[in-house]
């Protein structure tokens, strides 16, 4: 069957809420795939579901053009760094750093890692009115055009592209710049999936309302409170010694982790491990005899009789020499254990036991052993000062101060422990300096793990007088004629992969790293061809508008990659060149790309043969740029393709794009 697509042009995200329906509603829909609201309605009445009537909810000048930029084709390419990326380091490494409005990427990325990505972390501009923060975008849309796609009067349309316009940085234009961005990211992220959001006092209250009205208000974690400059930040009002982490869960069921504390000292240490104590009693006078009846039995010390650590032999029998003791009352209440017989029968004089109290009283005891805790509201460690992110990265660069105000590598650490597990993907779309590819490098080196990062960076112009430092260090030491932020990252990833190998050979028991991926590959959008904006089924003379022939072959490698990432193969899965007789297809994925000019009927015979032939070659798909083929061959690759009846009884599909 030979399918027409205007891909190239037309890459969007997902809706994931249409395919929802789709699945659970199919009836709903009629035989032109439209949706049959009324239908729907009455399914739902059917079924007995109580509506809510009252709503509450955010709204903004920019929101509706916020949501066509989530739903809007991506206008770019995506490019590979081959000559970086060949090399040694790079090669297999499933690292990516990506080149690019974080928006135009989110798009390319949105089918391949489609619920693949574990845990999110940004850094986004705070808009404190200092930082440079505008809203800006290159899109232009006509009146009529942004009032069909967004379902507004003229009178707004008119409205909101005069404030799209503006370069304003209001709470509006920040929302505007965010909702896209954050809309899509959703869609990347897991089901168990989490993210984790930097903010301050200018938009941490516009940003849990977007938060909410996105990932859902019952998907809320938490919101910490970092005391990241004790001293505070005094700009005439009251000194500010915080920032904010929000974080949000994709679905109600997914699990935050618990922060595992390695360095825990124990004072106590029995054959086991070592261990705390912590009274048995429920100290909560809401839980007592009354409504647990259950919790509120007898222990029996033997006073004679020692465990270890000081600790005295207990039972839930009554024996001679045997003292009873039962939870002590508290404020005129008979309060409880914390565990029940059965718990406490397995755990008998191993992890539970008696202690004598200074005032010669007795208590049951746990042995807590645990080396994890719960995540707290509140971080001040001295790590998480943002004087730590400042220093580290200066050492990275030999007392260079090439960027300004970097996170903590160890905020970054913690937030990884909390939000995924030792083979995820974690994805950054405000890289910045890079610490979170850095700190990602840090703890698989400590710990072994296989976590893999996805970072991307806007190439940034380095204001030469505002921070001459960075300007001239990526001028004259890394050789870029036109210094952007985006250099920094990709030489900050570099160094930091070099410098945990380093201290790792200097310590007193260095680990084997050889398995451990320190390496990344870099990927860049790119301009769509001008011109290039092509709609007919075929190419004739009468119809042709855009010239193929000043393609060159790195404009037909920028289209494989755009076009395999929008078909569902990662970035980090390379084509495999496939020979037909002295024309080159691209193969992954059951997919077969020939993109290049020159196909001839030899070809198609050669790709028969290897099909039927070659075992590990079994495309399902054949998918055929058509500016690059005369319409007899399309013709001849669509008929043969569709009354081909090869060994392997594979059914192909002949697509051609524009």
Request: charged residues 30%; proline residues 2%.
């Amino acid at each position: 069957m030979n399918k027409k697509q205007k891909i190239t042009n037309d890459i969007k995200v997902p809706n994931k809420d249409m395919k929802v329906l789709k699945k659970h509603f199919s009836h709903c829909f009629n035989k032109n795939g439209n949706f049959d609201l009324e239908k729907f309605k009455q399914e739902l009445f059917k079924n007995e579901i109580d509506f809510y009537k009252e709503s509450y909810g955010m709204d903004w000048l920019g929101k509706s053009y916020a949501r066509v930029l989530a739903s809007d084709s991506a206008t770019t390419l995506l490019r590979e760094d081959e000559n970086f990326n060949q090399k040694e380091a790079n090669k297999n490494s499933q690292n990516l750093l990506i080149k690019g409005d974080n928006l135009e990427v989110l798009k390319h990325l949105s089918n391949a890692y489609y619920e693949k990505i574990k845990m999110i972390y940004i850094d986004p501009p705070y808009n404190t009115g200092s930082d440079g923060f505008v809203y800006q975008d290159d899109r232009k849309f006509s009146v009529n055009e942004f009032r069909n796609l967004a379902g507004v009067d003229e009178d707004k349309a008119k409205r909101i592209l005069s404030f799209v316009d503006s370069k304003s940085n209001s709470h509006s234009a920040w929302l505007t710049f965010m909702y896209p961005r954050l809309y899509i990211a959703k869609q990347l992220l897991r089901e168990d999936g989490v993210i984790f959001i930097s903010i301050d006092d200018n938009e941490v209250a516009q940003l849990r309302l977007l938060m909410d009205e996105i990932f859902g208000e019952e998907n809320f974690v938490g919101q910490i409170t970092l005391v990241n400059n004790p001293r505070g930040r005094d700009y005439g009002g009251i000194a500010q010694l915080h920032e904010y982490i929000l974080g949000y869960k994709n679905t109600s069921e997914t699990n935050v982790n618990l922060l595992n504390d390695a360095d825990k000292k124990f004072p106590y240490k029995d054959s086991i491990s070592g261990f705390e104590l912590r009274e048995l009693r429920n100290r909560n006078i809401a839980f007592n005899k009354e409504n647990r009846p259950n919790l509120y039995y007898p222990f029996y010390i033997n006073t004679n009789k020692k465990v270890d650590n000081d600790l005295y032999e207990i039972s839930l029998e009554k024996k001679d020499s045997f003292f009873e003791l039962f939870p002590k009352k508290s404020q005129g209440y008979d309060t409880v254990w914390r565990w029940g017989k059965e718990k406490a029968i397995d755990n008998m004089n191993i992890n539970i036991a008696g202690k004598k109290m200074t005032d010669a009283g007795f208590q049951i005891v746990e042995k807590y052993r645990k080396t994890e805790k719960m995540a707290r509201s509140v971080w001040w460690e001295k790590e998480d000062n943002s004087e730590k992110g400042t220093l580290h990265l200066k050492r990275l660069f030999n007392g260079k101060k090439v960027f300004n105000f970097p996170k903590s590598k160890e905020v970054i650490i913690k937030l990884l422990k909390m939000g995924m597990d030792s083979k995820d993907i974690i994805l950054d779309f405000f890289a910045g300096s890079g610490t979170t590819a850095d700190a990602v490098m840090q703890l698989n080196a400590e710990d072994g793990g296989n976590r893999k990062y996805i970072l991307v960076q806007l190439p940034e112009k380095i204001d030469s007088k505002k921070n001459k430092t960075a300007y001239d260090f990526v001028k004259d030491e890394l050789k870029v004629d036109a210094p952007t932020i985006f250099e920094i990252t990709k030489e900050r990833l570099i160094r930091a992969g070099a410098k945990i190998q380093e201290d790792n050979q200097k310590s007193k028991e260095p680990k084997d790293l050889s398995n451990q991926d320190f390496g990344f590959k870099i990927f860049e959008t790119m301009p769509i061809w001008e011109d290039y904006d092509f709609e007919a089924d075929e190419l004739n003379a009468q119809t042709k508008l855009f010239d193929e022939n000043k393609l060159t072959e790195d404009d037909l490698k920028a289209l494989l990659v755009t076009w395999k990432t929008n078909d569902g193969i990662l970035l980090t899965e390379s084509l495999q060149e496939i020979d037909l007789d002295d024309y080159l297809g691209y193969y992954a994925s059951n997919k077969l790309y020939l993109v290049s000019r020159g196909f001839k009927t030899k070809n198609l015979k050669a790709l028969l043969e290897k099909i039927d032939s070659d075992k590990k070659f079994n495309p399902t798909s054949i998918i055929a740029f058509g500016y690059n083929f005369e319409s007899k061959n399309l013709r001849e690759i669509a008929e043969n393709t569709k009354s081909y009846v090869n060994k392997k009884s594979n059914d192909i599909d002949f697509i051609t794009r524009y």
